[in-house]
T-cell receptor, first 110, second 115 residues
Framework: GEDVEQSLFLSVREGDSSVINCTYT??????LYWYKQEPGAGLQLLTY?????DMKQDQRLTVLLNKKDKHLSLRIADTQTGDSAIYFC??????????FGQGTTLQVKP | DTEVTQTPKHLVMGMTNKKSLKCEQH?????MYWYKQKAKKPPELMFV???????INESVPSRFSPECPNSSLLNLHLHALQPEDSALYLC??????????????FGDGTRLSIL
């Protein structure tokens, strides 16, 4: 079946760039999403990318998509302590269901 | 600020109680979802309503009963829950469950504890 995988943990220093990686197996993926979840909160939609795009930039966020390798990454420039959270990559399957990765915990050290 | 509102934020109930979780959105979305999320895990889909009709039930036990009274409201009725049902319950909505360019927007969830 469809699967999405992410590394579980990333630690960076404040001001550095963070890169969170994700791989997926569904070759018919149309849209791929990044969600952020802060402690005690729901999921906040950060950004999404259509499968025929290579890159999307939105302020400090850059999403890169390598469709051949089924690899997605989220780069956060100038990472701040407020960026500490769990980041979920998600693939919208052709059944309309979101397939989530396990989530990457981003720790930002001052 | 989230545009999907869930109440209550926290709920503690005994295994014999009956309670309901509520979700409301005013974005004109026609698809609404219930998810269950355990700590440090991704959300797991439970139910999908599309145009006020139940379109997906992910083999959820009957002690969870969803209801969609109108296009803005989604309820989850709870009865005779088990301790393992303690979790964060998230509601989400999207413009249409079959429009692939319309992302799901989540509420902040109800944290449910079963004693």
């Amino acid at each position: 079946g469809e699967d999405v995988e992410q590394s579980l943990f990333l630690s960076v220093r404040e001001g550095d760039s963070s890169v969170i990686n994700c791989t997926y197996t569904d070759s018919s993926s149309t849209y791929l999403y990044w969600y952020k979840q802060e402690p005690g909160a729901g999921l906040q939609l950060l950004t999404y990318i259509f499968s025929n795009m290579d890159m999307k930039q939105d302020q400090r966020l850059t999403v890169l998509l390598n469709k051949k390798d089924k690899h997605l990454s989220l780069r956060i420039a100038d990472t701040q302590t407020g960026d500490s959270a769990i980041y979920f990559c998600a693939d919208l399957s052709n059944t309309g269901k979101l397939i989530f990765g396990q989530g990457t915990t981003l720790q930002v050290k001052p | 600020d989230t545009e999907v509102t869930q109440t209550p934020k926290h709920l503690v109930m005994g295994m014999t109680n009956k309670k309901s979780l509520k979700c409301e959105q005013h974005m004109g979305h026609r698809a609404m979802y219930w998810y269950k999320q355990k700590a440090k895990k991704p959300p797991e889909l439970m139910f999908v309503y599309s145009y006020e009709k139940l379109s997906i039930n992910e083999s959820v036990p009957s002690r969870f009963s969803p209801e969609c009274p109108n296009s803005s409201l989604l309820n989850l009725h709870l009865h005779a829950l088990q301790p393992e049902d303690s979790a964060l319950y998230l509601c989400a909505s999207s413009q249409d469950s079959f429009l692939f360019n319309q992302p799901q927007h989540f509420g902040d969830g109800t944290r449910l504890s079963i004693l």
